[in-house]
Each structure stands twice: as structure tokens, then as C-alpha cells.
């Protein structure tokens, strides 16, 4: 399964933040474009889920939004996966910015010799759903969770072929796990700089 897509949900609602994540810069760039600037050395084809597609015109990516509003991560992945241009893709939120080349080039080389639905990680009795590849499969059952308000990833990935990544596995390439620290609060962005 061929795996050319990079899918960054930027369309929460940042509540804890205090301010739209979507304005937090790294070097000078907007998150999602630093995110993104790394990201293409890996798919050609970047989307960014967003509630403001105008700040990323003429950035040369997908931009699209949630079909189903206000229904979280799993709406912002449907809406994504609709869009992309190849069979698998590889999810991250816009609150991430520990992205790990290597990391993302071995969990691509294995989930493209699967037949999975998708890849996740799972450490410490947690799964973590982002920084994952998804298949295009997943879309009616996306949908179907969507409108029967079903919202928990969790259960997305349970009860679906996913193949689930160790945290021994992850920590070859990230060995504080960095990959999955997300900026919640401004306390984080202290830490981040």
C-alpha cells in the first residue's frame, strides 16, 4: 500500500492554549508550515485539515475542513483521508513538533508491505493515534463512527486491523519519545524553546 500522503490536523479549537495553535512559530515558521517543510521530504502530497484555510493559500497544500464539524480528531482524519491522493497516510497534529525522519521511514516501510488499516503506536498501556498512517479504507468506517457519535479513536483502532509499533521500536529513532509531545499549554511552548 502505497504511503504518499502527510495529514496535519489543524482544526482544533486550542482551548487550553488560550490562542489558535495554527499561530504558534517555530523558526520563524507557522507550526504547520514547519511541520510541513519537514513532511514533504517524505510524501508529495501535504493536507492540512483546517477551520481557517485562508492562512495557507497559495503554500501549495490541500487544504480542506472537517465535513463533520465539531467532532474532533476522528472528523479531522476523515476529511483528510477523503482528500488524499494516495492509499495510506501518515497523521500528525498541528501540536506536534518533534517529527523524526527516521521513525516516519520505518513505520512507511512496514505498513506498505501490510494489508493493515493502519499503524499506531502503543507504549505503556496507551495508544498513541498520531503520528500513525491510516488507510484509505478507513473511510466508511470513519464515517459510520461520525454519525452514530461514536468519537473515541481508541475504538477506531481496537476494533480494526491495526498494527500497533512498541515503544522499544519508536525509541530506535526517538529515545525520549519526543515525536509524541504536543503543546497543550504555553508552559509547553516555554519548554519547547
Known amino acids: ?30 507550526i504547520v508550515d514547519y511541520q510541513a517543510e519537514i513532511l514533504q521530504r517524505h510524501f508529495s502530497q ?3 485539515v483546517t477551520r ?4 495557507y493559500r497559495d503554500r501549495g497544500y490541500t487544504l480542506c475542513q472537517d465535513y463533520y464539524k465539531g467532532l474532533g480528531p476522528l472528523a479531522g482524519i476523515h476529511a483528510g483521508l477523503e482528500h488524499a491522493g494516495s492509499q495510506g497516510s501518515f497523521v500528525i497534529a498541528c501540536d ?5 525522519d527516521g521513525y516516519i521511514s520505518y513505520i512507511v516501510q512496514i505498513f506498505e508491505k501490510s494489508n493493515a488499516l493502519g499503524l499506531v503506536t502503543a507504549h505503556d498501556g496507551f495508544i498513541e493515534p498520531m503520528a500513525g498512517l491510516y488507510s484509505k479504507d478507513l473511510i466508511p468506517i470513519l464515517e459510520e463512527k461520525l454519525e452514530n457519535r461514536d468519537l473515541k479513536i481508541q475504538s477506531l483502532i481496537e476494533e480494526n486491523d491495526f498494527i500497533k509499533i512498541s515503544k522499544d521500536q519508536v525509541q ?3 529515545p525520549a519519545l519526543k515525536i509524541f509531545q504536543n503543546l497543550n499549554y504555553q508552559e509547553d511552548l516555554k519548554n519547547l524553546k
Open 1 to 30: 500500500m502505497k504511503v504518499d500522503t502527510g495529514i496535519i490536523l489543524a482544526g482544533g479549537r486550542s482551548r487550553r492554549m488560550g490562542f489558535d495553535k495554527q499561530e504558534i512559530k517555530i523558526d520563524g515558521k507557522l
Open 172 to 174: 530506535k529513532f526517538d
Open 52 to 55: 481557517t484555510p485562508d492562512i
Open 96 to 100: 506536534m513538533p518533534n517529527i523524526n
Open 46 to 48: 501535504i493536507i492540512v
